[in-house]
């Protein structure tokens, strides 16, 4: 099959991160968060964390868990983005490539059956999480600000989500 739907398909689905059971998680054995950052813990094209940002980041790590960023954003402003906030990076992770992702697995020393990735975008963060093996929750966007090729894919977005009832 040409087209796999099923690896767009998230295994959670998630109105605010910052309402999200971050230590009932953590008493399911997950150990790692990866996060995106655009219009998942910041607005798009942010260049600094906000409060929101900084309030979910403390709140995982408040559950115990160990944070990564991991972006398609260009490396200097998801470096600095993750500075900001102390926690690791993996910039231009090429997602919906699991590439990005399994580069976060290997430099957090993490297990993916451990590891849990936060995205706004089902065929970009959710599709990289799935071809990954990680569990995956798609959030809603923290904004409608977006730039255009990702307004563009929007509308399949919420296509999938009709049909899989998601």
Do not use: H, W
């Amino acid at each position: 099959m040409f087209f796999n739907s099923k690896i767009y398909i998230p295994n959670q689905v998630c109105k605010k991160l910052s309402d999200f059971d971050f230590a009932g998680f953590y008493d399911r054995g997950y150990r790692f968060a990866l996060l995106d950052i655009d219009n998942t813990i910041a607005p798009d094209r942010s260049k600094e964390p906000t409060e929101y940002s900084r309030e979910v980041v403390s709140l995982l790590q408040k559950a115990g868990f160990v944070c990564c960023i991991v972006s398609n954003a260009k490396s200097s402003r998801s470096l600095a983005f993750s500075k900001a906030l102390g926690i690791e990076c993996v910039p231009s992770a090429g997602k919906p490539s699991p590439a990005g992702v399994l580069n976060a697995l290997a430099k957090l020393n993490a297990d993916r059956r451990k590891t849990v990735l936060f995205g706004d975008q089902m065929f970009t963060d959710i599709a990289a999480a799935n071809r990954a093996g990680v569990y995956s929750v798609l959030v809603e966007s923290y904004s409608n600000k977006e730039i255009f090729y990702v307004k563009m894919k929007r509308p399949f977005e919420r296509l999938m989500r009709k049909k899989y009832g998601i």
